[in-house]
């Protein structure tokens, strides 16, 4: 097998796309297969192995795929980098809500503390909605416009 060369920037973004549908899917039947083995086998050895099992196949597709097709690990580690973002941005957003929720209900009553605070946190997540569909636009429109 050799590597993958891209002629096109369609054909990179094709693959990163790909690498960035790969990691939920390689993940989730991951754990999906390890709980069902589970309930077959309740033994001390297979727990450990379980909690090894998802690193090592995270590491061998990375590998292969920065060997193989390079754009497809690009994507692949690009799932885990939004992620992480993610999960940053909404615990941020949670703890701001309760903060001004908290300190808010000191002085309005509780029905509406948590009105506030439900209007906070979907004000918030439609920000951070709006905030991710202009990046994937962006990221698209960095492709259709040096594209040659």
């Not at 790969?22 to 450990?48: H, R, T």
């Not at 997540?125 to 429109?141: D, S, T």
């Given at each position: 097998m050799k590597r993958k060369v891209y002629?096109?920037?369609?054909?990179?973004?094709?693959d990163q796309i790909l690498g960035f549908l790969a990691f939920p899917l390689v993940n989730v039947s991951l754990g999906i297969a390890l709980w069902i083995i589970a309930q077959m086998i309740s033994s001390s050895w297979w727990f450990e192995l379980s909690?090894?099992?998802?690193?090592?196949?995270?590491t061998v597709v990375i590998v292969l795929a920065f060997l193989l097709r390079?754009?497809?690990?690009v994507g692949y580690i690009t799932f885990i980098a939004v992620a992480i973002v993610l999960v940053t941005l909404l615990g941020v957003l949670f703890l701001a809500a309760c903060f001004v929720t908290f300190f808010s209900a000191l002085v309005i009553a509780d029905q509406q503390a948590k009105a506030l605070f439900v209007v906070l946190m979907l004000g918030g997540l439609v920000v951070l909605g709006a905030l991710a569909i202009y990046v994937f636009?962006?990221?698209?429109?960095?492709?259709?416009?040096?594209?040659?």
């Amino acid at each position: 097998m050799k590597r993958k060369v891209y002629v096109t920037k369609r054909e990179r973004m094709i693959d990163q796309i790909l690498g960035f549908l790969a990691f939920p899917l390689v993940n989730v039947s991951l754990g999906i297969a390890l709980w069902i083995i589970a309930q077959m086998i309740s033994s001390s050895w297979w727990f450990e192995l379980s909690s090894a099992l998802p690193w090592l196949v995270n590491t061998v597709v990375i590998v292969l795929a920065f060997l193989l097709r390079p754009q497809l690990g690009v994507g692949y580690i690009t799932f885990i980098a939004v992620a992480i973002v993610l999960v940053t941005l909404l615990g941020v957003l949670f703890l701001a809500a309760c903060f001004v929720t908290f300190f808010s209900a000191l002085v309005i009553a509780d029905q509406q503390a948590k009105a506030l605070f439900v209007v906070l946190m979907l004000g918030g997540l439609v920000v951070l909605g709006a905030l991710a569909i202009y990046v994937f636009l962006y990221w698209v429109r960095s492709f259709k416009n040096n594209s040659q």
